[in-house]
Every structure is written in C-alpha cells, then in structure tokens.
C-alpha cells in the first residue's frame, strides 16, 4: 500500500510540471537584450551623416578628368626658314643695314631680324625688352658673340639716344653687330619661335575662364598651319603677348591676347582671316588711343601693310 501511494504521488509530481517524457525539449525564447542607440538608427540615416553613401563612393572613386592637352607649335625646318624671312621683310624689307636701327620717335634701338628692343642706360620704356634675352639664347647656343658685346657692363644698349646712334652708325662696334646678326639669322627665327611657343599656353591661362575654350579653339586652328603659326610668331615678336600692364594705352593693350580675344569669325571664315582683321582693329586703337601722333600719321599704315602678309604660303615641294 505505501509502495502504491508514492506512485500515484510522483505521477500528479510530473504532470503539474509539464515535463516531457520524449528526448527533446521546447527551445526555451531567446532573451530580447536593449540594441545600442547607434544599431537602433537607420542605415540610411547614418549614411547621410556620415557622407558614405553609394554614390559619393563612386565619386570620389572615379578619375579626375584628363587636363587639356597643351597648345604646341611644329614647323618643319623650311617652314621655319620661311617664317624667318618673311619676318626679315617685316622688320627690316631684308636690308643689311637695318639689322641694327633706331627709329626716329623711339627711345631705344631696334636689332636683328625681329627687331629686338634693347634699352640705352637709364630708359625704362613701357616695351618689353627683348634683346638681353636673344643673346643669352645665343650663348647658350654657343654661338660666338663679338667681344665687346660679351664684355659690355651692365647689359645696355651703349649709345644714350639716337643722335649719339646715329653718330656712331658707322663705327666698328655697329658694323661688326650687324655682321653677327646677319650671320645668325637662322638662331634668331629659331628664338622667336620658341618665345611664340611658350607664349601660346599663356595666352589660355591669362583669358577670363568664360573665354578660355573659345581661345584655345583659335590658337588650334592658327598652329594647324604653316601661314597660322608665322601670324602668332610674327606678331608676338612685332606687338608682345598683351600681358604686361604697361603695355597699355588708355587701359587698352595690343597684344596677342587683345587680338584673340577681338576675333570674332563669321561661319566657315579661316581662323587666319579673322586673326588677320582682328589685328587690324586692336592695332588701329592702340593708334587711336596713343598720345604720340606718330603712331597715327605714320606708323599704323605700316602696320596694316604687315597685317597683310599674315596668309598662307605659295604651294611649293617645301611647304
């Protein structure tokens, strides 16, 4: 009887507690613990705080866009040779004895075949000077330069104003310049030309940002050929690159950079003719706007006259 009764006991003991009599058991649920603050915050919310979305991923993977390619200038030797002479003609009508020359209404003397300015003692003109510079090109050419050229301290043109120039123009020193300089005429178109080159990019930069595309489209255009590129060397040799404040009348330059700007080409007009009338108006303004009458009465016709020549060359085996 008591074995009885204890059985009956241990069997209420396990049907008030719920046990299973089988292998396995309920999975108990999963105690649910409080996220952190950042992990109850959207994903998209943090995204945006902390910039790192998709998409600026992408941006700032991807490659910065390639820079515009330089303007360049590329001449054969007997385009090169023609430029240089129809420069000669420019400047001095290919005459010996103008390869050393002061014209009357200047401070200064004007040498070689681009007629480079070169400053006497104590002038300080509003041009830039260019002659200092062709010579240094020259020794490092290891051309030979007369003696007392080389020897010359400070680097001045020696005669004080053209009465003393023309006093003088028949001394050893003038003579002995003008054969050096007539000797070197291939080393001189070969110095403006590198000045040209260098000045084109320039040009670019020195353009108000809106104007920068419509410049860089004439410059490519000009450099396609033989007649564009002696137009942009002649005349960054002739009137400068239109950088310099001081070349200035009035506020108003005459450069290459003035004239770019000035060209406005109708549809289907070479570059060349635009550049070439362009020019024709830059130039007549700064004639307009000078305070020497001069450059009026005078010298804007011959100015003009050059502008004319900007056009392609003859067809011919070499060109």
Known sequence: M?????????????????????????PSEPTLQPKPADAERPAAEEQAETGDTEEKREVEAAPEADPEPEITLDLTPAQLDWVGGQIY?????????????WNEGEAFPSLGIGHFIWYPPGVSG?????FPHLVSYLRQQQ???????????????????????????????????????????????RFIF???????????????????????????????????AYALMDYVNFKGEGLAESERYQGEGWGLLQVLMAMSPEPEQPALDAF??????VLTRRAENAENPIERESWLRGWLVRLETYREPPQGPLL
């Open 2 to 26: 008591p074995r009885l009764l204890l059985l009956f006991v241990l069997c209420i003991s396990f049907v008030v507690a719920g046990c299973s009599f089988g292998p396995t058991q309920k």
């Open 89 to 101: 003609l420019n400047e001095c009508a290919g005459r010996f004895r103008c390869l050393v020359h």
């Open 126 to 130: 509003r041009f830039v000077e260019s």
């Open 143 to 189: 051309v030979d330069v007369p003696a007392w050229l080389n020897n010359l301290e400070p680097f001045d043109a020696p005669w004080q104003d053209r009465r003393a120039f023309v006093q003088a123009e028949n001394s050893g020193r003038i003579q002995s310049l003008r054969n050096f300089l007539s000797e070197t005429k291939g080393e001189q178109v």
């Open 194 to 228: 590198l000045r040209a080159r260098v000045s084109l990019n320039k040009m670019i930069e020195a353009a108000p940002p809106e104007d920068r595309g419509r410049v860089r489209g004439y410059l490519e255009k000009l450099t396609a050929t033989p007649g564009g």
């Open 276 to 281: 070439r009338k362009a020019a024709g108006r």
